[in-house]
């Protein structure tokens, strides 16, 4: 009887050793020369399949080869967050240093699912959570987990926060969530997800400046009280993702006390303003919450995914989430010990808490906090260009973040006047130099600018503004 040999899928230490340099080489070089770069280039479907779809080889192709294809083929073609020209959606803009924190967490295939397998890069995940409850100044014991982005995060907290309503499940057709027609896409398909009927989320009015009006929220949940209704959840915004606008958080939390209503604040990027003092402020009412979404991948500058969710009472989503199958009961948690996948949905998950640490220690928080108070003055600075360019500011800038839009000489239609601020937006777009995006904000469209990037500087906001005027004229001669 002959025996079987392994498959030959080990590399010994120097190859592995010369393909890791050479990645390294690939990575810092495109990194280093992003303001060369385009900030977005893309293809039509039918082009990437004529440059990339073919058949797997049938044998191994050599590493340079598999290189070269890449460099050729696939990475040109994408929009670089990182660069410092886009400026058309709230960015991940990683740091260096928390890259490699995410390429030692997938060399060492940490499963950071239970304590026992992985109790280093678990500690630091509770390290991590920590530090962002003091940010926020959440009370002790606030902790949950890292997740793939904010949508999770959010997911998450729903399905926490239906469970504590309704642990049976008997009353999920009478559940209503409510959240500002400002929130961000991801809570309406949390909830619907998590089993809310589409007709129970209630999109509640907002104010002036885009922030949810706590009159019309306290109105819609009385009068789904009467008719029969369980109100059970209210999702603010921090931040929200058109005009960075942040809802009376205190007064919300008010309300939910009264209430007994689940309060969850969707923080996902603005979230991390807190660190500065001017934000804090703004933010002021986010510690009462019941759960808070922030996405690190965003404004706290590690690579994508990266999302958390923390939760005021985390036995909270235990009762939601744990489940004890036989073939666990060798991992499951004694005291103090912590199973993420006890918090959340997934068992199999990745460390994500890596990236962030290396990050904060590698700079100092003094660092990245100077970055996001960059990141916020850049579209003040940017207001006030526009402004006395003569454009139409919609949305003061606030958290970096700021809207606007061009007035054609004597038009007053408001479609021709959407249609030339479309105009300039492709304008600008179609050289691939720069980045911008647009909005509706009370139905009109809106030119919108974020300026998060931290390699972003007051001449790349001198320049993009030079480039919409010069795109205005163009459009009006």
Not at 67 to 94: D, T
Not at 187 to 200: E, K, L, S, T, Y
Not at 302 to 317: I, M, N, S, Y
Not at 423 to 448: C, D, M, P
Request: glycine share 6%; with cysteine.
């Amino acid at each position: 009887m002959t025996t079987r040999q392994s498959s030959n899928l080990e590399l010994d230490r120097e190859t592995m050793r010369q393909l890791g340099h050479r990645v390294a080489d690939v990575v810092a070089a495109h990194v280093a020369s992003l303001r060369e770069q385009p900030a977005q280039r893309s293809l039509s479907r039918a082009e990437a399949q004529r440059l990339i779809a073919a058949a797997p080889p049938e044998r191994g192709t050599d590493f340079e080869i598999i290189l070269s294809q890449l460099e050729e083929r696939v990475f040109p073609y994408h929009a670089r967050e990182p660069h410092p020209h886009f400026m058309g959606y709230i960015p991940s803009s990683p740091t260096f240093p928390s890259v490699l924190g995410d390429w030692l967490a997938t060399g060492y295939n940490f499963f950071a699912g239970v304590w026992s397998v992985a109790s280093g890069p678990n500690e630091v995940e509770l390290v991590v959570l920590d530090w962002f409850r003091q940010w926020l100044g959440m009370p002790a014991g606030t902790s949950g987990l890292l997740t793939s982005g904010g949508s999770t995060a959010t997911l998450t907290a729903v399905v926490a926060a239906r469970h504590a309503a309704d642990p049976e499940g008997t009353h999920v057709p009478r559940l209503v969530a409510y959240t500002s027609e400002q929130a961000h896409s991801s809570v309406q398909r949390a909830a619907w997800i998590a089993g809310i009927p589409r007709a129970n989320v209630r999109a509640i009015d907002t104010d002036d400046e885009y922030r949810m009006r706590t009159d019309a929220l306290e109105r819609a949940i009385a009068e789904d009280r009467a008719t029969g209704m369980l109100p059970f959840l209210v999702v603010g915004s921090a931040g929200t993702t058109n005009t960075g606008a942040v809802d009376p958080l205190s007064s919300i939390a008010d309300l939910c006390a009264r209430e007994s209503l689940w309060m969850h604040v969707d923080a996902a990027y603005a979230g991390f303003a807190a660190l500065t003092s001017t934000g804090a402020e703004q933010l002021r009412g986010i510690e009462r919450a019941d759960s808070v979404t922030l996405d690190p991948h965003k404004w706290f500058f590690v690579p994508f995914e990266c999302g958390c969710l923390l939760a005021r009472d985390p036995r909270k989503l235990e009762e939601a989430f744990s489940v004890h199958p036989e073939y666990l009961t060798d991992v499951r948690a004694r005291e103090h010990e912590v199973n993420f996948a006890d918090h959340g949905e997934q068992l199999t998950r990745s460390s994500h808490a890596l990236k962030v640490w290396m990050s904060v220690h590698y700079y100092g928080l003094a660092e990245l906090r100077e970055a996001i108070a960059r990141g916020v003055h850049r579209a003040e600075y940017a207001e006030e260009l526009l402004r006395a360019r003569g454009f139409e500011i919609l949305s003061p800038a606030q958290f970096g973040i700021v809207c606007f839009r061009a007035k054609p000489r004597g038009e007053e239609n408001p479609a021709a006047i959407d249609a030339f601020n479309e105009r300039i937006n492709a304008r600008v777009n179609e050289t691939g130099r720069f980045l911008i995006s647009s909005t509706k904000l009370r139905g009109q469209f809106s030119l919108r600018l974020c300026t998060q990037v931290h390699r972003m500087t007051d001449a790349d906001i001198d320049e993009v503004v030079a480039a919409i005027v010069d795109a205005r004229s163009a459009e009006q001669d």
